[in-house]
């Protein structure tokens, strides 16, 4: 079993900068992929990136693309969502996955909310 647990959700203002993170325990040897998606009140869940945990490839939303990024440890097992020039739609509750491949998000974390006020 693999354990997600994701933190640094908060509330900024618009154009502000977020960074979270998500820490994978567990039989990680498992995940090739990590990814973050966010879901917004009403809204159906979207994937924001994700980054293939050997070689590093990335892949990220149009709605995200030139503002997020994100990154690995992965002596830490750990994966990051640098989010800069946020904006109000960006509001949503954030979740780390990961899987052994594209779609088959087999682990979940608990969420972190991120909040962008206008």
């Known amino acids: 079993q693999v354990q997600l647990v994701e933190s640094g959700g908060g509330s900024v203002q618009a154009g502000g900068s977020l960074r979270l993170s998500c820490a994978a325990y567990g039989y990680t040897y498992s995940i090739n992929l990590m990814a973050w998606f966010r879901q917004a009140p009403g809204k159906e869940r979207e994937g924001v990136a994700h980054i293939y945990t050997v070689g590093g490839g990335t892949l990220y939303a149009d709605s995200v693309k030139g503002r997020f990024t994100i990154s690995q440890d992965n002596a830490k097992n750990t994966v990051y969502l640098q989010m800069d020039s946020l904006k109000p739609e960006d509001t949503a509750m954030y979740y780390c996955?990961?899987?052994?491949?594209?779609?088959?998000?087999?682990?979940w974390g608990q969420g972190t909310q991120v909040t962008v006020s206008s």
């Open positions: 996955a990961a899987g052994p491949n594209y779609g088959l998000w087999n682990y």
